[in-house]
């Protein structure tokens, strides 16, 4: 990181370090040395879809479904969140980072592709909802 800069930015990006380094430590209380086949996985269940946080891959009606690492980062976010509502802004910072040079208009096209894949009916979504002024929020039921 280069000199000066702003401290948010540095909270920023050791919040984002310690968040993935946390994605890389066994639970807590768990044996490290146990088998991968009776550990539970981490799944997000909505409508015929399935996110498999551990293998990264997504089943919708028993297909596997391709996602982009953006997209899948994005959506996997989203299904972490309990059904907040995120700025299109707050989504950019938490999923594309800090450096980001795009626009957070992105985030709209990155959810318009999602529920073409996802959603039952895209015009009509039941999962990845548009919250007028505001942004986005995930519903898993």
Do not use: C
């Not at 959506?75 to 989504?91: C, D, I, M, T």
């Amino acid at each position: 990181m280069t000199k000066p800069f702003a401290l948010a930015e540095l909270l920023a990006r050791v919040a984002a370090l310690l968040r993935r380094a946390r994605l890389h430590l066994p639970q807590q209380g768990a044996p490290t040395d146990a088998p991968v086949a009776e550990a539970k996985r981490a799944e997000i269940r909505f409508g015929d879809v399935v996110l498999d946080l551990d293998t990264r891959t997504v089943i919708r009606a028993g297909r596997p479904i391709k996602l982009t690492h953006r997209e899948f980062e994005l959506l996997a976010f989203l299904g972490r969140s309990g059904g907040r509502v995120f700025s299109r802004e707050e989504l950019v910072r938490q999923v594309w980072g800090l450096e980001y040079p795009g626009q957070a208009r992105t985030v709209d096209n990155f959810i318009a592709q999602l529920r073409a894949k996802l959603e039952q009916d895209p015009e009509q979504p039941k999962h990845l909802l548009t919250i007028r002024g505001s942004g986005y929020r995930f519903v898993a039921a």
